[in-house]
T-cell receptor, first 112, second 115 residues
């Protein structure tokens, strides 16, 4: 039972490059989320998808786009990476909004 | 307890002791709270949750207490083990308007269990 799977686990980019982070869940959850985690800042919500076909901005959406490809998959795209986007990115899913969220193990992204 | 800033609160205990991790949440209208455990290099792992119509909820070796009067949440871990060493986060959900369904996470508390 894989739960939430994120790829890649590590990535180094140069400023201005683009990148898509992939996330897939096998729990038949309706809601999916993207967070970033920075030292001392806790987890901050970037975007979320309450259900298939919908996406909404979170606390820190600037510089990112998302696609809810189907019920299982929710991708995060950086169109023009900036050093300020160096972070650990976590994808999560839940049965529905206001239910426990289950997290993947993260993508560690460094932008030089 | 939790605080804003670059230095996380820390709690050191001996194996077998009971641990209490505290969290002050921000919004009196928040209706749902979760505790997560995060080990180094891993994603947050769900421990236990509680809704605002309850004061206490128990799981296996863990108890969450909710005091809405002072906006305080605590996680009690019984008979703490070295494997409990991790960063513990509380999260709250404020149901108002566009915030519905979005969890707000605390900064975390580092728990270290000494054998």
């Amino acid at each position: 039972n894989a739960g939430v799977t994120q790829t890649p686990k590590f990535q180094v980019l140069k400023t201005g490059q683009s990148m898509t982070l992939q996330c897939a869940q096998d729990m038949n959850h309706n809601s999916m989320y993207w967070y970033r985690q920075d030292p001392g800042m806790g987890l901050r919500l970037i975007y979320y998808s309450a259900s298939e076909g919908t996406t909404d901005k979170g606390e820190v959406p600037n510089g990112y786009n998302v696609s809810r490809l189907n019920k299982r998959e929710f991708s995060l795209r950086l169109e023009s990476a900036a050093p300020s986007q160096t972070s650990v990115y976590f994808c999560a899913s839940s049965l529905s909004i206001n239910q426990p969220q289950h997290f993947g193990d993260g993508t560690r992204l460094s932008i030089l | 307890g939790e605080s804003v800033g670059l230095h996380l609160p820390t709690l050191s205990v001996q194996e077998g002791d009971n641990s209490i991790i505290n969290c002050a949440y921000s919004n009196s209208a928040s209706d749902y709270f979760i505790w997560y455990k995060q080990e180094s290099g891993k994603g947050p792992q769900f421990i236990i949750d509680i809704r605002s119509n309850m004061d206490k909820r128990q799981g296996q070796r863990v108890t969450v207490l909710l005091n809405k009067t002072v906006k305080h949440l605590s996680l009690q871990i019984a008979a703490t083990q070295p494997g409990d060493s991790a960063v513990y986060f509380c999260a709250e959900n404020y149901p108002g308007g566009t915030s519905y369904g979005k969890l707000t996470f605390g900064q975390g508390t580092i728990l270290t269990v000494h054998p």
